[in-house]
């Protein structure tokens, strides 16, 4: 929090590099949060530069009352948010979000499923690359926040506005979703 | 990992959640795959696949270009800068130019022959008093003392 107050300080004070610091510090968490939600890498890089401009004029109204990093993820979300708005693109399939609308959810999957006997790992990670791409935006990016950029659950509340409890359902269904379609793929191939 | 957040409602769900959260667990550590049963397995393939970075990239030139970016937008005047950005405010601004153009069509032809009248009538009044020559002098005055009014100004 301390080499966040110092890097806002020197951008503030104008201070050469600065900026360009901060960019570099945080660009990687704006292209995985802009990149899932909006799939399109041209109009992702251009959301990320807005992203960035957008954080550079309002950066004096960072309070510290949260981390720079969900300060500035709000600020990516927001952005992504709103084009996918325009363009009347469903963030989210509403009942991933919703925890005990199906009880029969587990009913699905079969814990005495060989997985080493049925296929590949390459092949099996191949599968579940493209089940990950065919995800609602909203639930590609709590999924990525939290394996690849590995969030915890409040952070991603705080980027996305979403409460802990809602996060959480969306994990475990995307997940669960997930383990079902790699059964059913596995069990196509065995 | 996530111990402090509220369990799920369900509790079948629960226990499925506790066992993605383990294979999450095992996979960033590292922990070897020989005890794990079929669920695990699976799910730390899924936790695996789910940590992979995209495959498409900013430039790497990024951050430098946008700081540019950023210190050409600083400097631009104010004068520059584009005063409505988003499409609503142009919408908006070119709506009520259009109604201001049509207000004023409208007073013209309501009001047309009659303020017509008025300016003629206004220009033969000057022209009478033009044949003065204390008129034309006092005019001359008016006309130097606005003169140096907007001279003044420059001068500082």
Same mark, same amino acid.
């Given at each position: 929090m301390s080499t966040d107050r110092e890097l806002v300080d020197a951008?503030?004070?104008? %201070?050469? =590099?600065?900026?360009?610091?901060?960019?570099?510090?945080?660009?990687?968490?704006?292209? !995985?949060?802009?990149?899932?939600?909006? %799939?399109? /890498?041209?109009?992702?890089?251009?959301?990320?530069?807005?992203?960035?401009?957008?954080?550079?004029?309002?950066?004096?109204?960072?309070?510290?009352?949260?981390?720079?990093?969900?300060?500035?993820?709000?600020?990516?979300?927001?952005?992504?948010?709103? !084009?996918?708005?325009?363009?009347?693109?469903?963030?989210?399939?509403?009942?991933? =979000?919703?925890?005990?609308?199906?009880? *029969?959810?587990?009913?699905?999957?079969?814990? *005495?499923?060989?997985?080493?006997?049925?296929?590949?790992?390459?092949?099996?990670?191949? !599968?579940?690359?493209?089940?990950?791409?065919?995800? /609602?935006?909203?639930?590609?990016?709590?999924?990525?926040?939290?394996?690849?950029?590995?969030? /915890?659950?409040?952070?991603? =509340?705080?980027?996305? *506005?979403?409460?802990?409890?809602?996060?959480?359902? !969306?994990?475990?269904?995307?997940?669960?979703?997930?383990?079902?379609?790699?059964?059913?793929?596995?069990?196509?191939?065995? | 990992m996530n111990d402090t957040t509220k369990p799920l409602a369900n509790p079948a769900h629960e226990r499925e959640w506790q066992a993605q959260e383990r294979a999450v667990h095992a996979e960033r550590t590292h922990a070897a795959a020989n005890a794990d049963d079929a669920r695990s397995r699976e799910y730390r393939l899924i936790a695996r696949a789910l940590s992979e970075a995209p495959v498409d990239a900013l430039p790497e030139d990024f951050a430098a270009s946008v700081a540019r970016q950023a210190l050409a937008d600083q400097r631009m005047p104010a004068s520059d800068a584009e005063p409505f950005t988003s499409p609503f405010e142009r919408q908006l601004l070119q709506l009520l130019v259009a109604v201001f153009g049509v207000a004023i069509g409208a007073v013209v032809v309501s009001m047309g022959g009659e303020t017509l009248q008025s300016i003629g009538s206004s220009v033969r009044a000057i022209s009478a008093y033009a044949h003065n020559p204390w008129m034309l002098a006092l005019a001359a005055c008016l006309a130097l003392s606005a003169g140096g009014q907007l001279w003044r100004p420059r001068q500082r």
């Open positions: 951008v503030l004070a104008k %201070r050469a =590099g600065a900026f360009e610091r901060l960019v570099r510090e945080y660009q990687g968490l704006v292209w !995985h949060i802009v990149q899932r939600m909006v %799939r399109q /890498p041209e109009d992702a890089r251009e959301l990320c530069q807005e992203t960035f401009l957008r954080v550079h004029r309002t950066l004096h109204q960072y309070r510290h009352d949260a981390a720079l990093k969900s300060w500035i993820g709000r600020v990516a979300y927001s952005i992504a948010l709103r !084009h996918l708005e325009k363009r009347r693109i469903e963030i989210a399939d509403i009942a991933t =979000g919703a925890e005990d609308d199906d009880v *029969g959810l587990l009913d699905r999957v079969d814990d *005495g499923f060989d997985l080493e006997a049925a296929s590949a790992d390459a092949e099996l990670a191949r !599968h579940l690359r493209s089940a990950i791409e065919t995800l /609602p935006p909203l639930q590609r990016t709590i999924v990525t926040l939290y394996h690849l950029d590995e969030l /915890p659950l409040a952070d991603i =509340g705080a980027i996305t *506005g979403l409460a802990i409890g809602t996060i959480k359902s !969306h994990l475990f269904r995307t997940r669960l979703q997930l383990r079902q379609m790699l059964e059913s793929r596995l069990g196509a191939i065995a | -």
